[in-house]
């Protein structure tokens, strides 16, 4: 049983159409009860703040801005689960962020997905996401990984059900 653990973008591939959406769906669409799907509370802020950013923007429209962030949030709380953003979380991504030279969201993506793989030993914890920066980190942490963008990802995903 995996526990798919979803950075910021790896969400957004869920409701914008974009290279890697069709491995993020599959883990939405295709979900076992068995299958967890984890974030932190920081991805709420993170997605919104994106989402918001391109309503700004003039990339979506007034309606599509409202039926993103009504249809995200509605499959997010019912599907997801999300780590609490704690002082020990941020004391954590600080120590990732000096180690690794990381974003501060990536860093406390980062420290929040090693959190999971600690609180759930007995689960296989992976993270989903397609930023270079984290993947790279999050390799040298030992997480397992799966890059939604890559030729290879419909199979690795297969993979990780599979075992």
């Not at 920081?42 to 391109?54: N, Q, Y």
């Not at 180690?99 to 759930?120: F, K, M, N, T, W």
């Not at 296989?124 to 996401?129: A, D, G, K, N």
């Not at 990802?153 to 599979?162: D, E, F, S, T, Y």
Request: aromatic share 6%; glycine share 2%.
């Amino acid at each position: 049983m995996p526990c798919f653990y979803l950075d910021t973008a790896a969400v957004l591939k869920r409701y914008r159409t974009e290279p890697g959406s069709i491995v993020v769906d599959e883990i939405f669409d295709a979900r076992t009860s068995i299958d967890a799907l984890t974030t932190s509370r920081f991805t709420i802020l993170e997605f919104t703040s994106v989402a918001r950013r391109l309503f700004k923007g003039r990339v979506l429209k007034r309606a599509a801005y409202a039926s993103l962030m009504a249809r995200s949030l509605a499959e997010l709380t019912s599907a997801v689960s999300f780590e609490p953003v704690t002082d020990v979380l941020i004391a954590t991504a600080v120590q990732v962020a000096e180690r690794y030279a990381l974003r501060p969201g990536d860093a406390l993506q980062l420290a929040s997905a090693l959190a999971v793989r600690i609180d759930r030993p007995t689960t296989r914890c992976v993270l989903v996401t397609s930023d270079r920066q984290l993947l790279e980190a999050a390799r040298d942490a030992g997480l397992d990984l799966l890059d939604p963008e890559s030729p290879v990802a419909p199979r690795v995903l297969r993979q990780l059900r599979a075992s």
